[in-house]
């Protein structure tokens, strides 16, 4: 059984840095593409980041790009999602998410509809 749970959100000062957990169950990292995406109030789930290994793949949208960074640590099972220079736009529940990852795809996938599995979430507040 696919599981995963995030952690690791909270309330930060505009700045700020928070890293994100996402433990994962039930798969692994060479077959599934992890996405991580937030949603704030009132507006769409948005992607943030994802990542696949099989496909030598990794996306950033362009809002975290050079202040987010997604890693994996393999012997704990873990994804995680470094931000810094947090934002008050960035206040938002954060989901992560995986997929399995099929031969055709270009690289992961940065739509949330694709991914089959969730967290959650992890609220996280950047006050200004």
């Not at 987010?68 to 704990?76: E, G, R, V, Y």
């Not at 470094?82 to 938002?92: R, V």
Request: aromatic share 14%; proline share 3%; hydrophobic share 35%.
């Amino acid at each position: 059984e696919v599981q995963l749970v995030e952690s690791g959100g909270g309330l930060v000062q505009a700045g700020g840095s928070l890293r994100l957990s996402c433990a994962a169950s039930g798969f692994t990292f060479d077959e599934y593409a992890i996405g991580w995406f937030r949603q704030a109030p009132g507006k769409e789930r948005e992607g943030v980041s994802c990542f696949s290994r099989s496909h030598g793949s990794t996306y950033y949208a362009d809002s975290v790009k050079g202040r987010f960074i997604i890693s994996i640590d393999n012997a704990k099972n873990t994804v995680y999602l470094q931000m810094t220079s947090l934002k008050p736009e960035d206040t938002a529940v954060y989901y992560c998410a995986a997929t399995k990852m099929f031969i055709g795809w270009p690289g992961c996938p940065t739509e949330s509809a694709t991914y089959d599995y969730w967290g959650q979430g992890t609220q996280v507040t950047v006050s200004s």
